[in-house]
């Protein structure tokens, strides 16, 4: 259930196939100049995104939905607090995810380098550079990126929705290994000039109980 919850944000999967999340097919390929001046574009307004806070809703891939708030402040921090009855904790200190599962009293740490969401949480974003893109589209007022690791320390792919003529973020997709495919989608996104840098401070690992290993 942990890996469930921290694939589905954060994009750490074990494998990823080869299939596209359906939103990343549909819509108009672009290619050449137009390919690379809509990166170009895009990889400006994430460099301009230095903070957001909102609303998240989660369709994991059994379509079952899970909500809550979320914080995210480049570089490298985010945080994901669910709504009950989740009983899950995500945060981004910069360095190191850690999904807390409250209800379990356990916390499990990962390098937030090997999670494709590694690149949007960068301090100088640049999609060409930083990631393989495997796909440009538009899709109505949309732009769709979506991108694997260049480099292979980060499993999956990743696919960036981004809206309106700013383009803002306002969801992503991840695939796993199985090609199910899970959503997270922002709502409600403010952009406040600060928050508590305390957000950010990722829970310390504890020992995994019995139960959580099931």
Excluded: C, H
């Excluded at 999340?21 to 137009?34: K, M, R, T, V």
């Excluded at 320390?153 to 990743?158: F, N």
């Amino acid at each position: 259930m942990r890996r469930q919850f921290l694939a589905g944000l954060l994009g750490l999967a074990a494998a990823l196939a080869f299939a596209a999340p359906a939103s990343a097919q549909s819509g108009q390929a672009l290619q050449g100049a137009e390919r690379t001046r809509a990166l170009t574009q895009a990889s400006a307004a994430l460099n301009s995104q230095r903070l957001l806070a909102g609303r998240f809703r989660q369709t994991a891939p059994d379509g079952s939905v899970s909500q809550g708030r979320f914080y995210l402040q480049r570089p490298g921090r985010v945080r994901f607090e669910y709504d009950p009855p989740t009983s899950m904790l995500i945060v981004a200190d910069g360095s190191i995810v850690a999904i807390e599962d409250r209800a379990l009293r356990s916390t499990n740490r990962s390098p937030l380098r090997e999670t494709p969401l590694f690149f949007v949480l960068k301090n100088d974003i640049n999609l060409e550079r930083d990631a393989r893109v495997t796909r440009v589209r538009r899709e109505g007022g949309a732009l769709l990126v979506s991108a694997r690791d260049r480099t292979g320390q980060a499993d999956g792919e990743i696919t960036l929705r981004l809206e309106g003529p700013n383009y803002e973020l306002r969801s992503w997709d991840v695939v796993d290994a199985s090609g199910a495919l899970t959503r997270i989608a922002l709502t409600q996104v403010s952009r406040p000039e600060r928050v508590d840098p305390r957000l950010f401070r990722a829970p310390a690992a504890t020992a995994v109980s019995p139960r959580a290993q099931r």
